[in-house]
């Protein structure tokens, strides 16, 4: 599926991204990283899992009704088959509980706390990610 | 009370991620293909969610507590190592196949998709194993 350029929308969403993670900071004094919130979810202390909860929960229902006020403009499509699919969760799972992050926690959240942290680690998936789809598009041949 | 706070925040941050486009694995895969029919739209939801947060930072450096909570709980950590670079490197790769990251992972669960669905229960897994050989 193609997708074109969207800079209004984009922007807007983004700035809502961001204010969700300052607002999770200012009221609950949590840092908005989606993997860690679910990483501690599981294996976490006592008396700290409610919130982690709610939150997660809260995600699908907000991406419900922003896509159902938007009449799903923005779209949907998945082109990896099965196989592959469940090899890029398992990296996605393995991979942010190793590096502490994922692209909220060390995108959003890390690059603005000025964490240089989480800007060597932003860096670093965001190269891969580049690498990766470009050896399956270009190298391999393998188009959506 | 904090737990519908951060009811509050998830649903802002899923609306805020349909709106943006990034619950649209295309969209992310299209902005990871700059040799193809590049679309920059990430880069514009991560320049407005940076800024906004970047904001909140510093209202939060300003105040000894948050409205609800005891204390802010931030990372510590400054160093630089081989975890943090491997970890981001599987994280990115798996990434890049799918275009699909933890956040609109969990947050396309409404679509009963069974992509979705897969991609989550293997990303679970993943989650599961590096806690559990963490801990023990």
Known sequence: MDTSFSPLASTLGGVIIGLASALLLLAAGKIAGISGILGRLAFGVEGDRLWRAAFLLGLPVGAWIGSALTGDVMGFSITTSGPLLLVAGLLVGVGTQIGNGCTSGHGVCGLGRGSRRSLVATICFMLCALLTVGIVRHALGVQP | ?136
Do not use: H
């Not at chain 2, 895969?29 to 906004?52: H, I, K, R, T, Y």
């Open chain 2, 1 to 136: 009370m904090i737990g519908w706070v951060a009811f509050a925040c998830g649903v802002l941050f899923g609306f805020g991620l349909a709106l943006s486009g990034m619950t649209n694995p295309a969209k992310v895969q299209a902005f990871l293909d700059p040799l193809g029919n590049w679309d920059a739209s990430l880069a514009c939801v991560m320049g407005g969610a940076v800024a906004a947060s970047a904001l909140g930072y510093v209202v939060c450096r300003r105040r000894d507590k948050p409205w609800f909570a005891a204390e802010f709980s931030l990372p510590t950590r400054r160093d630089i190592d081989a975890r943090l670079l491997v970890g981001a490197s599987l994280f990115g790769v798996g990434w890049g196949l799918v275009g699909l990251c933890p956040g609109p992972a969990l947050a396309g669960i409404w679509r009963g998709s069974a992509e979705v669905f897969l991609f989550n229960a293997a990303m679970l897994v993943g989650v599961l194993a590096v806690r559990a050989a963490d801990r023990s």
